[in-house]
């Protein structure tokens, strides 16, 4: 249930860069530049995230007993 959200957000955000990517053309008379570059630019920034968020090493640091560190040390 942890990334069932995921989905949203990622099509959420790719629209609002080709918005915002559409509306930086038309001001800057430069039509396919920004529409194009900024839906590239936020699907590499999810993907990195998603990638750190899932890697091996992340997963054992933030499990379900992350803040009893000293407990765990203790026993």
């Known amino acids: 249930m942890r990334y069932a959200g995921l989905s949203a957000q990622l099509l959420v955000a ?3 860069a080709v918005f915002i990517g559409y509306k930086a053309d038309h001001w800057l008379n430069s039509f396919p530049l920004f529409t ?3 839906p590239l630019l936020v699907l590499a920034a999810i993907f990195y ?3 750190r968020d899932t890697s091996g090493r992340n997963n054992q ?3 379900p007993d992350a803040g009893n560190k000293k407990d765990n040390e203790t026993k």
């Open 14 to 16: 790719i629209g609002m």
């Open 61 to 63: 640091d933030n499990g």
């Open 49 to 51: 995230k998603l990638v």
């Open 36 to 38: 194009s570059a900024l």
